[in-house]
């Protein structure tokens, strides 16, 4: 028999109890790890900034604003330019987050809007979420090895039928742009997927059932009502798995082909920051340090930015469909 809330009684159990002094004594220590989690999180990023930025001064006075809108990297005569670079890493990232994106949304609406029974859901949760544990340099492998060659039938079709178009003007001759992103994107797909299961999850039950008791079809309350009320959640899913795809290293340095060239077309070779930096450092000199130093704070400067403007755009997302100030 359930207990009567008015009952003066039902005001004697330990939830109406003041704190005790050891439940305080967990909450003090509990808010002082935070507090010293955060504090060292906030050191360590001021602190790698300073050793990036101290090794790349030197080259911020030789090269100036030329280095980001240079093109070429030849370090035998000291000419280096990261635009190829930063339209590869934007580029790859970019298509990267619209596919897997797009997929990662759709699993997370797949396994949490009663298309399956609970427990094969969490079973195929299980298995997307596998995908964030293998390594990188094993995605670069199946890429050379599978991704590839299965590519190349189809954009040698794609260029001889639309190469007029520019996103198909050249073959895949290799490592290209297109294997890249879409490995990329299975790199990304635990990211959007997990994050935007969760945010679906805290929808309240009673919001579906008052849309479906308003004569609404499934996907009228998918698309009208579910997709908005989680959109900020989503968002920050999505700005994490773009964060992420600007900073992957082994992988594109493996598959993306490492040409320093501006393209449009998804079969040409390119290179982004982070494989330029992977692939350079080894065997770089002195100058090309302070150069690569200098790529690796404008890699950190476009995170940021990326950081700052999905923020805003989750904030404004947020003021529309969830009513918060």
């Known amino acids: 028999m359930a207990e009567n809330p008015f009952n003066p009684g039902a005001t004697s159990g330990p939830i109406c109890n003041p704190p005790s002094r050891r439940e305080y004594t967990t909450d003090s220590v509990f808010r002082a790890v935070c507090y010293s989690a955060a504090l060292v999180i906030i050191v360590l ?129 290799g490592p290209g742009l297109a294997p890249a992103a879409l490995v990329l994107a299975i790199m990304i797909l635990p990211t959007v997927a997990a994050i935007s299961v969760d945010a679906l999850r805290r929808i309240p039950y009673k919001l579906k059932e008052a849309v479906y008791g308003m004569g609404t079809t499934r996907w009228e309350a998918i698309l009208k009502v579910v997709l908005p009320t989680a959109s900020s959640g989503i968002l920050a899913a999505l700005v994490l798995a773009f964060g992420r795809a600007l900073g992957e290293t082994m992988a594109l340095a493996m598959l993306i082909g490492n040409s320093n060239q501006i393209n449009l077309s998804l079969f040409a070779p390119a290179n982004t920051l982070a494989s330029l930096l992977a692939s350079s450092f080894p065997e770089a000199g002195a100058i090309e340090i302070q150069a690569l130093m200098y790529a690796a704070m404008v890699l950190l400067a476009i995170t940021f930015l990326v950081n700052v403007a999905g923020y805003q755009i989750q904030q404004m997302t947020m003021r529309k469909f969830e009513g918060k100030p």
């Open 45 to 173: 990023l001021i602190y790698i900034v300073l050793e990036i930025g101290l090794e790349a001064i030197p080259a911020f006075k030789e090269f100036g604003f030329g280095f980001i809108t240079g093109t070429t990297w030849d370090a035998v005569a000291n000419q280096f330019g990261v635009l190829p670079e930063i339209w590869g890493t934007l580029y790859s990232s970019l298509l990267a987050l619209i596919i897997g994106g797009v997929l990662g949304v759709a699993i997370a609406v797949f396994l949490t809007q009663d298309f399956i029974p609970p427990k094969l859901a969490v079973v195929f949760r299980t298995i997307v979420e596998l995908l964030a544990a293998i390594p990188s340099v094993v995605y670069g492998l199946w890429g050379i090895y599978v991704l590839i060659p299965m590519l190349r039938p189809m954009s040698v079709w794609l260029n001889e039928h639309l190469g007029f178009i520019p996103l198909f003007s050249t073959e895949l001759n």
